[in-house]
């Protein structure tokens, strides 16, 4: 793991952009690997500034997004197809087309799954992907468990999850209680990855992900096992390395 330690979560998000967009430069048909919640957004909106000043053409770029919330519409705003829409895409130039976003409102999450990991492969596979991680080390929603999931699949949220999830509903009792995920599997196919994270509240997940075992109850270990990840740090999450 190529580890570094930035001084903000600005400089963190200026780096990832920064590999995006070289990534995007040297093949524009690149198939990008995308995130939610509140730790890629200074990487976003640095990919917008980056299409705003004419140094990055998103239009021949391909995205699929790690993770979908059971029972929310695309037009829900907690959706994470609304979220993507808000935070990047009406931003930048990628046709809707090329955009995916797996379905919270699939009649059969199963097939809906499957149908995922095959798009992700017919499109040649995930050239670059960004993740965040969970205080218990989760990626995506792959939660602490006894083994990696190889696939897209539908999971339970745990409580931990669910309480951190919570800022952005009108309460607990609002959070969806299944989402489907891209698997620790199906991550792992990815040619390249960059993990952020940020805020001392990270630092146990980041040790245990950097210095731990290679163990599902922290999901992000696996990370260590891949041959091309990038952990960009500030210095809270890096404080207990
Ligand atoms: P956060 O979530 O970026 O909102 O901290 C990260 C995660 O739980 O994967």
Do not use: W
Request: net charge negative; aromatic share 8%.
């Amino acid at each position: 793991m190529n580890v570094r330690v930035y001084k903000n979560a600005d400089a963190i998000g200026a780096a990832a952009a920064a590999l995006f967009a070289a990534q995007v430069i040297a093949k524009p048909n690149s198939v990008l690997g995308l995130a939610t919640g509140s730790t890629p957004l200074p990487t976003y909106r640095r990919m917008a500034a980056l299409y705003e000043e004419g140094a990055v053409d998103y239009s021949g770029v391909t995205t699929y997004n790690l993770d979908e919330y059971v029972g929310l519409d695309h037009d829900h705003d907690q959706s994470y197809y609304y979220f993507m829409h808000d935070n990047l895409f009406k931003y930048i130039n990628i046709p809707e087309e090329q955009i995916h976003v797996l379905s919270g409102m699939a009649k059969d999450p199963a097939e809906e799954c499957k149908a995922y990991d095959a798009a992700i492969d017919a499109a040649g596979g995930i050239d670059l992907q960004i993740l965040g991680i969970g205080r218990n080390g989760h990626i995506a929603f792959n939660e602490p468990t006894t083994t990696f999931p190889p696939t897209t699949h539908i999971v339970d949220l745990t409580e931990s999850t669910i309480e951190a999830n919570k800022r952005f509903f009108a309460s607990a009792d609002d959070v969806p209680r299944q989402a489907l995920t891209m698997g620790i599997g199906s991550i792992m196919k990815a040619k390249s990855i960059v993990i952020i994270a940020t805020g001392a509240d990270k630092a146990d997940a980041v040790y245990a992900m950097i210095n731990g075992p290679v163990d599902p109850q922290c999901p992000a270990s696996v990370l260590q096992l891949h041959p091309n990840v990038t952990v960009m740090l500030d210095e809270g999450a890096a404080s207990k390395l």
